[in-house]
């Protein structure tokens, strides 16, 4: 079932289930907040969904009503265009729904997890799927889902001819070396901040990850 541009509910809908009619199932879910609860996991159950990058987190808000029920695979269409988008909501959806496979894609290859390494050689679109995908993996880690729900007020990745991604921390959560610059390299600043990014990383469940620039709320 692929939802994508111009909106979800509007979206040209497809299902490898010849006896299925997506519309009519669409259209059941929206009819009340209870019948959504109660027919959209059986529904889609056994159902690969495809929903563009841009509207996922849409698709989420309209149609997925309990994410911790939701155990289909759920593939994000990454457009080739430049971008900067939230992903706070996909974030807290796959720490919900940890039953869920969550990968973002890019034709005419995808990544899965960390089977690959965090920038890769076939361009800056493929590693901003790659980012997305890896970020969400994280959910597996308890440290990450902790830290994500307990420190973070924001997470947004960023794709403009390089690939980047901004953490967002309370301001209760900040730490001596915060703000940081991700392009910041160890010869430019004290061995001991340099350790402390390190160490942050490790605690919160980054491991190898690319390291994200890091700000503060303050208001």
Not at 59 to 78: G, H, Q, R, T, Y
Not at 184 to 199: D, F, G, I, V
Request: net charge negative.
């Amino acid at each position: 079932m692929r939802f994508s541009i111009p909106s979800a509910n509007q979206a040209p809908l497809t299902d490898t289930r010849r006896h299925y009619t997506p519309r009519t199932a669409i259209g059941l879910i929206h009819t009340c907040r209870q019948l959504r609860e109660e027919f959209q996991p059986l529904e889609i159950q056994d159902t690969e969904i495809e929903v563009d990058l841009r509207i996922v987190n849409r698709f989420i808000a309209d149609l997925v009503p309990k994410p911790e029920a939701w155990w289909n695979k759920l593939e994000i269409e990454v457009p080739r265009l430049y971008c900067t988008f939230d992903l706070m909501p996909l974030v807290r959806f796959q720490n919900a729904a940890r039953s869920a496979v969550v990968r973002a894609t890019t034709a005419p290859q995808t990544c899965i997890g960390f089977d690959l390494p965090a920038y890769i050689t076939s361009g800056a679109h493929f590693d901003f799927s790659c980012l997305i995908t890896n970020i969400l993996f994280l959910s597996r880690t308890q440290a990450w889902r902790d830290y994500t729900q307990d420190a973070i007020v924001n997470i947004t990745v960023d794709y403009h001819g390089a690939v980047s991604w901004i953490i967002e921390v309370k301001k209760d959560a900040e730490e001596d070396w915060m703000p940081w610059d991700a392009g910041t390299t160890r010869e430019s600043c004290s061995k001991q901040t340099w350790a402390a990014t390190r160490m942050w990383k490790m605690r919160v469940g980054l491991g190898h990850m690319i390291m994200p620039n890091v700000v503060v709320a303050y208001d």
